[in-house]
């Protein structure tokens, strides 16, 4: 699956980031960089510092050394919501949408930054408050359509199966019209064709819009065909960064979490 | 120095009472996840059940303690009741609907004790004795007087606590009683009957609140005020942590402590009747420096 | 089929995106407004307005101010009562202290103010959840209760302790008999309902919902968390407050601190819980059932014939009440409206079963 495209000037760089949860160390001095419309793949042994790595990233956790930049911008530290609006949005590897709202509902609290209206507005709802309901309404029906979930717009996510819930979180993430997607193993727990559809979606995504995005994944067969690179994470330490192929020879890497293929 | 001890001691042997109904809160919510607005009710209903059979059972052999064993099997026979028709019928419903069910029951147990046992004020008396014993005459000029009473209250609610914890820690059931504090389903998947350990638990939590009646009713009296004990022990919940039940003891220590003397020291300065909202206010203030209480656990968001 | 969507086809987002799209649902609400505004006035008696419809809209109002915070935002309050009163007294000092002052501009001073002392009790749920936050409420409970039975400037130095107010007069126009009292709630709790259903379907109330829901998540794409508990305890507190100015000069005419205690707040947060955490509606059928509920219990004995003290009379109401409370969490958790919902549903496929 080649797919040619120019890849950019770094947009996220990590600095010797270190983090740590009483005493055990989640991540000890990973630098990383991802470049602009870039791919890239994190793997790794459970328990090596992936989600932590992504949850450094937007936010959720504060490094206990190393910087993070973004943009240009250089930050130890800043909360989840200053990282949305700088545009970092991402998915959860377990599921975290708004259970008790619908499709609809979960997909628009994703345009939340975006909106402006007034609180005054929003009490009488005409005017700006309810322009802008439908303004907003229709880029969400385009991602709708774009995600094909089309006839489940108006269901509470709880009701959904799996799958479908995994491809509304996406959704959510894409509302936001994020600048860096972070994706936690989108394909988790996916039969085959729910993984195709998925790896398109994401594929499409970034042919589409441009977005860069960082992923998370144990299927080797998906990691290897969607990512322009790959990096290695093993006891929160980075042990290999490079193409699908340089990765695939990497003896370290081999050693540590592929393993040798009979 | 000797008034400001007088007032401490006072206020410490106050919340002895506290910890013994933050002990039942504290049982209950460990085992089931169920916040327990009832433990105040219960407190009223044991002492009630306690206080009126004593008086019908005057004339036997042995009234106070036939009354007792009689009031632990209606604990017993309340616990069963509670699990049978309350807690399994709402299995698996949110934490807030669980709350609401135990007010239910708190209404439901004020109306039927007062209809069965009457209203009015119960003087009990199981032989604590009363007289105040004054103790550091030599340490301080005019000694430090001491309510026998919350002497012995103290002593009691030690035991039991301690008793409490040798069961928590050393027998089987306290050893289930911890795994289903700890994940319901998986416990459940072991083999624990979730239902046994709740009645088991609330029948605990019964016979704790049995004591803190007795207690409380042998000094003001058995009457509707006690069930508002349970408002005057949130605030411990707070303090201590829900979780714990060296924070519940701990937590209602400094309360009542907390409590007495600013009544004594700041409640002239304000108004007085202070000690209505003060225990809040200092947890409250308390949250702001420490949100998971004195001994609560720290949980590590995961996402 | 008396309740289908076929057919109803939606052209535009703004039709789809409308308050009540279905028909069926705007020719329900037009039908309870008719009941409201011109039946109930032409057919009751004083009785009933002074029992029970005055008492329910304004129960009402103070239960959909609840909802929105405890069903769509999820922070667990059990200081309604304490907000109540707040509005109540505030109204009361604006209306002695600012001589002319049109009563409806203090309702809505009074308000204002419930809103602030809710924000400032609201601060402790940016560090806590659920029950820690809930027994922290009721610091406010019993705060407010104090300050308005011990402090006397609230109650303008009354040596009782208690307040009475006139009739109130707008512009001249006497609300002194029930039924003008009446349409002046009703007027009230319709608007505040068309605002809590706007908040609740636009940014604000989505907001509200994802942080109930799964704060983490909601923060992560971009909603603060601080902002949006801290709105929903300011708009919660509004529709508290005016309903407690109500409550203390429409309802009662004169109260005492004791018209506002935990037993209020408990009530309120039943109606809330046994009409639907959630659903405006659900505010509504809670607020009808606990208010109608005591009246019947207290009838009951008489229409039976049975002879019972009064005293025993309340202990059973207790117990009555008590039992009702967890059977109805036991039969359906999710409430009235969720009973109503389920009708809908049956509706739409009668006659056939499924």
């Not at chain 2, 147990?109 to 119960?122: A, R």
Request: aromatic share 12%; proline share 4%.
């Amino acid at each position: 699956m080649e797919h040619s495209r120019s890849l950019g000037e770094p947009i996220l760089s990590m600095d010797e980031i270190s983090l740590s949860f009483g005493g055990v160390n989640a991540l000890s001095n990973v630098s990383l960089h991802v470049r602009e419309h870039e791919i890239l793949a994190i793997i790794g042994p459970n328990g090596a510092g992936k989600s932590s790595l992504l949850n450094v990233i937007n936010g959720v956790y504060h490094p206990s050394k190393g910087t993070v930049t973004f943009k240009g911008a250089t930050r130890a530290q800043m909360r989840p919501h200053e990282a949305a609006s700088q545009g970092i949005a991402r998915t959860f590897q377990n599921i975290a949408l708004f259970k008790g709202m619908t499709v609809l509902d979960n997909i628009m609290t994703g345009r939340t930054l975006k909106m402006r209206a007034g609180f005054f507005w929003q009490c009488i709802y005409v005017g700006k408050a309810r322009n802008e309901e439908i303004e907003h309404r229709h880029k969400v029906e385009e991602i709708i359509d774009f995600l094909q979930i089309q006839s489940i717009r108006k269901t509470p996510v709880g009701r959904l199966p799996y799958g479908l819930q995994k491809r509304v979180e996406l959704g959510r993430a894409l509302a936001a019209e994020p600048d860096l997607l972070l994706l936690d193993e989108p394909m988790a727990g996916m039969n085959i064709e729910e993984k195709e559809d998925m790896s398109r979606f994401v594929l499409d995504v970034n042919d589409e819009f441009g977005t860069t995005i960082v992923l998370i994944e144990h299927d080797m067969g998906v990691v290897m065909d969607l990512s322009d690179r790959v990096i290695v994470l093993d006891y929160g330490r980075k042990i290999g960064d490079g193409t699908p192929d340089e990765i695939r020879s990497n003896q370290d890497v081999i050693d540590a979490y592929l393993g040798v293929t009979h | 120095m000797g008034p400001f001890i007088e007032v401490l001691i006072a206020g410490l042997m106050a919340g002895v009472l506290y910890s013994l109904v933050a002990l039942g809160f504290v049982l209950i919510f460990k085992a089931s996840g169920v916040f327990n607005f009832a433990q105040g009710a219960m407190v009223l209903f044991a002492a009630l059940s306690f206080v009126r059979l004593m008086e019908f059972l005057q004339n036997t052999f042995a009234p106070i303690l036939l009354s007792l064993a009689i009031t632990i099997v209606i604990m017993i026979v309340l616990a069963l009741l509670v699990e049978r028709l309350v807690l399994r019928p709402l299995v698996n419903q949110p934490p807030i609907s669980l709350f609401m069910a135990t007010l239910g029951i708190a209404y439901f147990l004020d109306g039927l004790g007062q209809s069965i046992w009457g209203s009015d004020i119960y003087t009990l008396d199981v032989g604590i004795p009363k007289e105040p014993l004054l103790l550091f005459e030599s340490v301080f000029e005019d000694g430090i007087l001491v309510s026998s009473e919350d002497l012995v209250a103290a002593l009691v609610a030690g035991v039991l606590v301690a008793g409490l914890a040798v069961f928590f820690q050393r027998t089987r059931i306290g050893r289930a009683l911890r795994a289903v504090a700890d994940d319901h389903q998986a416990a459940q998947s072991v083999g624990i009957p979730l239902n046994y350990i709740w009645v088991i638990v609330w029948t605990v939590a019964g016979l704790v609140a049995l004591v803190a009646g007795i207690i409380w009713g042998s000094k003001l009296g058995v009457q509707f005020s006690l069930s508002l004990i349970a408002l005057k022990a949130l605030p411990v919940l707070i303090l201590g942590g829900f979780e714990s039940v060296l924070g519940a003891i701990i937590g209602g220590l400094i309360i009542g402590a907390g409590e007495k003397l600013s009544e004594t020291y700041l409640g002239p300065l304000i108004g007085g009747g202070i000690e209505y909202w003060f225990a809040y206010v200092l947890a409250l203030a308390f949250l702001l420096f420490r949100p998971q209480g004195l001994f609560g656990e720290v949980h590590i968001d995961r996402v | 089929m008396f309740y289908r969507e076929a057919g109803q086809f939606k052209s535009s987002y703004a039709a789809d995106q409308a308050a009540f799209p279905i028909a069926q649902d705007r020719i329900f609400i037009g039908i309870w407004l008719l009941i409201g505004f011109v039946a109930i006035p032409l057919l009751s008696n004083e009785y009933l307005f002074r029992a029970i419809f005055i008492p329910f809209l304004i129960l009402a109002l103070a239960a959909l101010g609840l909802n929105l915070l405890v069903g769509y935002c999820g922070q667990v309050s059990l200081g309604t009562g304490a907000f109540m009163a707040v509005g109540a007294y505030a109204a009361y000092n604006f209306w002695i202290r600012i001589p002319g002052l049109n009563p409806l501009i203090a309702f809505v001073l009074a308000g204002g103010v419930a809103t602030l002392v809710g924000i400032v009790f609201g601060i402790p749920s940016l560090r806590i959840k659920g029950f820690y936050l809930a027994v922290a409420t009721l610091a406010a409970q019993f705060f407010m209760d104090w300050m308005f039975a011990r402090v006397g400037w609230f109650t303008n130095y009354t040596p009782s302790g208690s307040i009475a107010v006139p009739p109130i007069s707008v512009f001249g126009f006497e609300f002194d008999s029930p039924v003008r009292r009446y349409m002046l709630c009703l007027t009230i709790l319709v608007l505040f309902a068309i605002v809590a259903k706007n908040i609740v379907r636009g940014r604000i109330g989505r907001g509200w919902m994802a942080t109930r829901d799964m704060d983490v998540a909601a923060e992560i794409i971009g909603i603060r968390p601080m902002y949006a508990k801290l709105s929903a305890f300011a708009v919660s507190s509004f529709f508290i407050g005016v309903a407690g100015a109500l409550w203390g000069f429409v309802h009662l005419g004169s109260w005492e601190p004791l018209a506002f205690d935990i037993n209020r707040s408990f009530s309120i947060l039943f109606m809330v819980i046994i009409g639907g955490l959630g659903s405006i509606l659900g505010a509504f059928l809670g607020a009808a059932f606990i208010t109608v509920l005591p009246l019947f219990l207290n009838q009951l004995p008489i229409w039976l014939g049975i002879e019972i003290s009064t005293a025993m009379i309340s202990h059973i109401e207790f117990m009555i009440f008590g039992a009702l409370i967890v059977f109805f969490l036991a039969v359906e958790p999710l409430g009235l409206a969720r009973l109503w919902q389920i009708a809908k549903e049956k509706l739409r496929l009668w006659p056939f079963p499924y």
